[in-house]
């Protein structure tokens, strides 16, 4: 019975290992979230702002971007997308607030001298809606930086 149970344990744990999924945090459109860069440099908050009396459905979602390590003299294009949704690229200067670095041009940003980038920009909640999709940093078209995927639930807190 124990070399039973053994196996069944390492059985599980090699089944947990061999994925090559990842896994998809759930956000709820009620409250805001923390969402890690899948190397641990930073983190994406997303945050849900009522418009006046509407519903959930004609909500924003502010997409607040914390990103650090990167080199400061660089730049960064930041997208909201995924596999199968080619997204929402950060921009112009009218549709961003940026907290840490500087924006050049339309759609790239500079970080500070620290390397940090802090940026966040509100979209209609509409754009993800049932969509799974990241966070992207990317530099000269090459990412640097993406969050785990994750979908917005209109499902309301317990």
């Given at each position: 019975m124990r070399s039973f149970i053994i196996n069944l344990l390492v059985f599980g744990l090699l089944l947990t290992g061999c994925s090559n999924?990842?896994?998809?945090?759930?956000?709820?459109?009620?409250?805001?979230?923390d969402i890690p860069f899948e190397d641990g440099t930073g983190r994406v908050t997303v945050a849900f702002e009522a418009i006046d009396d509407s519903t959930i459905d004609d909500g924003i979602i502010d997409v607040i971007v914390l990103a650090k390590g990167l080199k400061p003299t660089a730049n960064y294009e930041i997208s909201l997308g995924g596999d199968n949704y080619e997204?929402?690229?950060?921009?112009?200067?009218?549709?961003?607030?940026?907290?840490?670095?500087?924006?050049?041009?339309?759609?790239?940003?500079?970080?500070?001298e620290q390397g940090e980038l802090y940026?966040?920009?509100?979209?209609?909640?509409?754009?993800?809606?049932?969509?799974?999709?990241?966070?992207?940093?990317?530099e000269n078209g090459k990412e640097v930086l993406r969050t785990q995927p994750f979908i917005v639930s209109k499902k309301t807190p317990i």
């Open positions: 999924e990842a896994s998809i945090t759930e956000v709820g459109a009620y409250m805001a979230e997204g929402v690229v950060f921009g112009p200067e009218e549709n961003v607030e940026i907290r840490f670095g500087t924006m050049v041009g339309g759609t790239l940003f500079q970080p500070n940026v966040s920009m509100k979209n209609p909640l509409r754009i993800i809606d049932g969509k799974e999709v990241r966070v992207i940093v990317s």
